[in-house]
C-alpha cells in the first residue's frame, strides 16, 4: 500500500488579510487621532507637559489621546503581525485586546454593582468641571454638547453653575453673567435662527417655583438626565456593547488562529 506524505499546515490567507484590512483601518484612525490631539493643543497653545497640567478641569483631549494611542498600538501589531506572520506582535495583539475587554467587562460589572458610588463620582466630577467652564475651550464645548443633547443643567440642577466665578450669584461677582447659566441650558425656541447667549443672564435669582414657572431653562440636573435617557436607550446601548465585544473576540480569534498555523508550519507537521 503506498504511503504519501504532504505539507498539510499552511496559513490562512483568508483570515490573514482579513486582520491586516481590519487592522490598516485602525492604524490610520489611530493616526489620526493623534494628528487630532496635537492640533487642538496647538491651537489652545499648549504644546510641552507643563503648560498641559497646568489646564485647569477635565481635557477631553486626553481622552482623544489615550484612544488613538490605543487604537494606533492595536492596529500596528495587528497590521505588521499579520502581515508578515509575526508570532509575537500576535500574542501582543491578542493579549492587549484580552485586557482591554476584560477591563471592560470589569468596570461594567463594578458600575452595575457600585450605581450610587459611581453616580456621586459623576456628580462631583461634573460639578468640579464646572468651574473651569471659562478656562478651556474644549471643556466648554463637552459641557455645552452634554447639557444641550440631554437637556439638562448642571450635574444635579441649575444651581451647580454656582461653582463657576462667571457664574455664581456671591455679592463679589461682577460679572454680567452673575447668577445665570450658559445658554446650553435653555429651552430652544424654534422662532429664534440665531442662538441667544444671553438667554441664562440673571435667570438663577428667581425662586425654585418662578424658576421653573418660567420654562426658560431646562431644571434637571444631568446625572438625572442620564438616568432617564438610558432606560429609553438601552436597546442601543446594549447593542453597541455587543457589536464592540464581538468584534474585540472576533479580532483575537483571528489572531489566535494565524499564530496556530504559523506554529504548525514551523513545527513541520505532516499529514
Request: aromatic share 14%; glycine share 6%; net charge neutral.
Amino acid at each position: 500500500m503506498p504511503h504519501y506524505k504532504y505539507q498539510g499546515a499552511q496559513v490562512s490567507c483568508v483570515f490573514k488579510y482579513v486582520l491586516f484590512v481590519f487592522n490598516i483601518i485602525f492604524w490610520l484612525a489611530g493616526a489620526g487621532l493623534l494628528a487630532i490631539t496635537f492640533w487642538a493643543w496647538n491651537e489652545k497653545g499648549v504644546l510641552n507637559i507643563q503648560s498641559i497640567t497646568d489646564l485647569n478641569g477635565f481635557d477631553p483631549v486626553w481622552v482623544v489621546l489615550v484612544v488613538g494611542l490605543l487604537t494606533f498600538i492595536l492596529g500596528f501589531t495587528g497590521c505588521i503581525g499579520a502581515l508578515r506572520e509575526n508570532i509575537c506582535l500576535l500574542k501582543s495583539f491578542s493579549l492587549i485586546i484580552g485586557t482591554i475587554f476584560t477591563v471592560e467587562l470589569a468596570a461594567g460589572i463594578l458600575a452595575f454593582v457600585f450605581q450610587d458610588w459611581v453616580k456621586q463620582k459623576v456628580q462631583n466630577s461634573i460639578q468640579e468641571n464646572i468651574g473651569a467652564y471659562r478656562n478651556d475651550i474644549d471643556l466648554q464645548n463637552l459641557i455645552d454638547a452634554v447639557q444641550k443633547y440631554m437637556q439638562c443643567c448642571g450635574a444635579a440642577d441649575p444651581n451647580d453653575w454656582n461653582n463657576n466665578i462667571y457664574f455664581n450669584c456671591s455679592v463679589e461677582n461682577t460679572s454680567r453673567e452673575r447668577c445665570g447659566v450658559p445658554f446650553s441650558c435653555c429651552l430652544p425656541d424654534p422662532a429664534q435662527n440665531v442662538v441667544n447667549t444671553q438667554c441664562g443672564y440673571d435667570i438663577r435669582s428667581k425662586s425654585k417655583e418662578q424658576l421653573e414657572d418660567s420654562q426658560k431653562i431646562f431644571i434637571k440636573g444631568c446625572v438625572q438626565a442620564f438616568e432617564d435617557w438610558l432606560p429609553r436607550n438601552i436597546y442601543l446601548v446594549a447593542g453597541t456593547f455587543l457589536v464592540i465585544a464581538f468584534l474585540q473576540m472576533f479580532s483575537i480569534y483571528l489572531a489566535r488562529s494565524l499564530i496556530s498555523d504559523i506554529k504548525a508550519i514551523k513545527a513541520g507537521w505532516r499529514y
